[in-house]
């Protein structure tokens, strides 16, 4: 995977319970890393035609590792002001350089 594939910018962003002074929690969003990546969207390659398991993915996200932050299903992907929900995270060829995600485009119901 070379820098020129991976040009757009993502955060990684995580729910946290946040406990205020008077000793209320409430949900906070909280952006753990900020990193460039290769996005691949949802379409009949046979790429996707082999992640058929994967029914509910409709995005695919590599990018570099980082060792200070940990990766996990449940976490956000913010890329290009949409939010994608991770739902499975894998080591790039078992050598700890690169991580692939596919994740779920999050849609907010209105009504």
């Given at each position: 995977?070379?820098?020129?594939?991976?040009?757009?910018?993502?955060?990684?962003?995580?729910?946290?319970?946040?406990r205020?002074?008077?000793?209320?929690?409430?949900?906070?969003?909280v952006?753990?890393?900020?990193?460039?990546?290769?996005?691949?969207?949802?379409?009949?390659?046979?790429?996707?035609?082999?992640?058929?398991?994967?029914?509910?993915?409709?995005d695919?996200?590599?990018?570099?590792?980082?060792?200070?932050?940990?990766?996990?299903?449940?976490?956000?992907?913010?890329?290009?002001?949409?939010?994608?929900?991770?739902?499975?995270?894998?080591?790039?060829?078992?050598?700890?350089?690169?991580?692939?995600?596919?994740?779920?485009?999050?849609?907010?119901?209105?009504?």
């Amino acid at each position: 995977m070379s820098i020129g594939k991976m040009n757009r910018f993502a955060e990684l962003v995580e729910k946290r319970n946040v406990r205020d002074s008077e000793g209320f929690t409430s949900k906070e969003n909280v952006v753990l890393a900020s990193f460039r990546v290769y996005h691949e969207g949802r379409h009949g390659s046979v790429r996707w035609a082999n992640l058929a398991a994967f029914s509910e993915a409709t995005d695919l996200f590599r990018f570099r590792t980082n060792p200070d932050v940990h990766v996990v299903t449940g976490q956000i992907i913010i890329c290009d002001g949409e939010r994608f929900e991770i739902l499975s995270v894998e080591n790039v060829r078992g050598r700890s350089m690169y991580v692939e995600v596919l994740a779920r485009q999050v849609v907010a119901s209105h009504g």
